[in-house]
């Protein structure tokens, strides 16, 4: 059951070096697009794949620099016996250091013997695949793969047309289901002759005036054809190899006629079944074709679940809920940097996996807004619909995701904005004042190159909102919460935490006095976010607020407000 223990590539399409040691399981790769996912599961399949040539071009080289060569190096363990033998491979026979993820020129104690596959392509574009050595290099040695080995190690590819694994055709999953190959050369030989037979009698009736003609003139000519031309089909073109025989369901329609969903999850559980043989997989955009119930199915039967994996996958996704059905040391996130690409497994660290169940979305952005709760969520969001009203362009389009950390407990979203601070995301908490955070765990996520935005000491949202907003803000939002909670409850609320010196009546009243007072703002502040019962606690209410209150009334709020919400507006819209 060979594994890739390690894969190194150098100046492929995008990536100018990568270097990765992925899991023995399943390896989900994430990430932005164009950032270099599918090329690491193509530049798997050249190099491995059983095939004695492949068509490269010039744009197969990062920045077309073709005096720069494509080197593909795949590092192999759990090595079947035929290649561990010393007389045939011991000047190629390496070591991979668990520990450390790094190959070894020579195997030694603690270490697991491996070979490495190298596919290199220079500016002639023939692809030649050797197995490499720092030694056998030295020594000017070269040996490629017998080709049975080829076929044994080649990885099965999972795509979005499943016909080639639905049919006998060489490498396809079906020929590794079982050590026995049938012998079935005379059977097709005699069915190939039998077809041209039958073509020929039923054909021979609408043809029989061309075939007349055809006679004649060959006998006028002297062209031997016999008493009768006959209109048969070629034997060159009518040659039935193992190609030929594919799987039929029980009334006779082929089953490369499924949908590609089916056509998916059959071939899956098919390379489950050869696992013994076909040990390597390689499945680009696993969600397509299936739905959400079928997805997870899908995952299933790859092994995502198992404690010990049947099979080493390796997948690209942009679905939320194949995040969500994976743990964290399955996922791995594709970083570009200027000079090489890097692989980061996500971990299984709490902060990271409450995220990757909750919120798995923020793994596929850039920029993610890490917020306390649900308010600071709707918030964000409302303000960017707002902004976007006025012609600016989308966070989500600019790349970026919300995680909402459940509130209670400032210091969570430092520490789950410092996890994805590790996996290359740009970060910013979102977070309320009135519970300042362990300064410590904010300083630490600050270090690391973190942002945060928080209101003014002291303050939660709903204070902020009602001692920043203008009057007629202020009654917009009162508007609002009689609309959400109904007007009792409401002036229950005010009554309680004002101790019983106002009612919602008497509030609304007071813009036409003195306006609202410093001590009646605050009040509201205190009054709107009683625990089990706030006014707008909930990411569609307060979304609806900030784009339709907050968004609007911004010239006339005090100049404090203004200047944290334009940070928020300048960090959103530098994704």
């Known amino acids: 059951m060979a594994r890739i223990r390690r894969l190194e590539?150098?100046?492929?399409?995008?990536?100018?070096?990568?270097?990765?040691?992925?899991?023995?399981?399943?390896?989900?790769?994430?990430?932005?697009?164009?950032?270099?996912?599918?090329?690491i599961l193509d530049a798997i399949d050249l190099c491995l794949g059983a095939r004695r040539s492949a068509a490269f071009g010039d744009t197969d080289f990062r920045g077309l620099d073709v005096n720069r060569p494509i080197v593909i190096s795949v590092t192999l363990g759990a090595l079947p016996d035929a290649l561990l033998n010393l007389d045939a491979y011991g000047d190629y026979l390496r070591g991979f250091d668990a520990a450390t993820g790094q190959v070894e020129d020579e195997p030694r104690a603690g270490t697991e013997t491996v070979v490495t596959l190298q596919l290199k392509v220079t500016?002639?574009?023939?692809?030649?695949?050797?197995?490499?050595?720092?030694?056998?290099?030295?020594?000017?040695?070269?040996?490629?793969?017998?080709?049975k080995e080829r076929i044994a190690l080649a990885p099965a590819r999972i795509g979005n047309f499943a016909n080639n694994n639905l049919s006998w055709t060489r490498g396809s999953v079906l020929n590794r289901l079982t050590e026995e190959r049938a012998n079935l050369g005379g059977e097709l030989a005699r069915a190939a002759r039998d077809a041209r037979a039958s073509f020929g009698n039923e054909a021979g009736a609408p043809l029989a005036g061309a075939l007349r003609i055809v006679t004649k003139v060959a006998s006028d000519l002297g062209v031997p054809v016999g008493e009768s031309a006959k209109a048969l089909l070629d034997a060159h073109s009518v040659s039935i190899g193992d190609g030929a025989i594919a799987l039929h369901n029980a009334v006779g329609v082929p089953l490369r006629s499924l949908g590609t969903g089916s056509a998916r999850l059959l071939v899956a559980g098919l390379q489950r079944a050869a696992s013994e043989t076909a040990t390597i997989g390689l499945v680009d955009e696993v969600e397509?074709?299936?739905?959400?119930?079928?997805?997870?199915?899908?995952?299933?039967?790859?092994?995502a679940k198992e404690p010990k994996p049947p099979l080493q996958v390796f997948m690209t996704s942009h679905s939320p809920v194949a995040i969500r059905e994976l743990s964290g040391d399955q996922v791995f996130v594709i970083r570009a940097g200027a000079d090489r690409h890097v692989v980061h497994k996500v971990g299984v660290d709490n902060d990271i996996q409450s995220t990757l169940r909750a919120d798995p979305e923020a793994f596929f952005a850039r920029s993610v807004i890490v917020c306390e709760g649900a308010s600071e969520v709707g918030l964000a969001r409302g303000l960017d619909q707002h902004w976007v009203g006025h012609g600016a362009t989308s966070f989500f389009a600019l790349g970026g995701a919300y995680v909402d950390v459940g509130g209670s407990n400032p210091d969570r979203c430092f520490t789950r904005g410092a996890a994805l601070l590790r996996l290359g995301y740009r970060v910013l908490v979102l977070v309320d004042a009135d519970?300042?955070?362990?300064?410590e765990v904010a300083a630490a996520f600050h270090a690391a190159g973190g942002q945060s935005l928080t209101w003014r000491a002291g303050r939660a949202l709903e204070d902020e909102l009602f001692c920043s907003l203008g009057d007629d803000a202020i009654d917009a939002l009162l508007a609002k919460a009689c609309?959400?909670?109904?007007?009792?409850?409401v002036s229950e609320h005010i009554a309680s935490k004002s101790e019983g010196r106002h009612t919602l009546a008497t509030v609304e009243a007071a813009p036409l006095l003195e306006g609202y007072t410093d001590e009646i703002r605050a009040m509201l502040g205190r009054a709107s976010r009683i625990r089990g019962s706030g006014w707008f606690k909930s990411v569609s209410t307060f979304q609806e607020i900030a784009r339709d209150i907050v968004g609007p009334h911004l010239p006339t709020a005090d100049a404090g407000f203004q200047a944290i919400i334009e940070q928020l507006r300048a960090w959103t819209h530098a994704a």
């Open 288 to 303: 397509y074709g299936l739905e959400p119930h079928r997805l997870v199915r899908f995952l299933d039967s790859l092994g």
């Open 123 to 147: 500016s002639d574009l023939e692809p030649v695949w050797l197995l490499y050595s720092l030694r056998a290099e030295q020594q000017g040695l070269e040996r490629g793969l017998p080709w």
């Open 9 to 39: 590539i150098q100046n492929f399409r995008t990536i100018q070096s990568l270097e990765w040691a992925p899991s023995a399981g399943i390896n989900c790769l994430v990430g932005p697009g164009d950032g270099g996912k599918s090329t």
């Open 483 to 489: 609309e959400v909670m109904g007007r009792d409850l």
């Open 435 to 439: 519970k300042p955070p362990t300064a």
